[in-house]
């Protein structure tokens, strides 16, 4: 899966949680500044995260995403679940 699908997949998952456009989400948005995420809708994001691309999360790691192509980087180097 190449970095912009996985972008787009993301993007999905966090305009639904945050019920926002899409069309307001790029890579370099800010989803706490920008759109206002607190700390449930980011533990909320990282676990839809890991469930679509079957990963385990790093909790602490996933604290300090900022941005969806923080999330983007992430998933591109998680290890496999199961």
Not at 44 to 59: T, W
């Amino acid at each position: 899966m190449t970095e912009d699908e996985i972008f787009h997949q993301l993007r999905g998952l966090c305009a639904e949680i945050l019920a926002v456009d899409p069309a307001l989400i790029t890579p370099d948005t800010d989803l706490r500044e920008e759109l206002e995420a607190d700390s449930l809708d980011m533990t909320e994001l990282a676990v839809a995260s890991g469930d679509r691309f079957n990963l385990l999360v790093d909790f602490d790691l996933a604290k300090h995403v900022r941005t969806l192509a923080d999330v983007t980087t992430l998933v591109r180097a998680g290890g496999r679940a199961g």
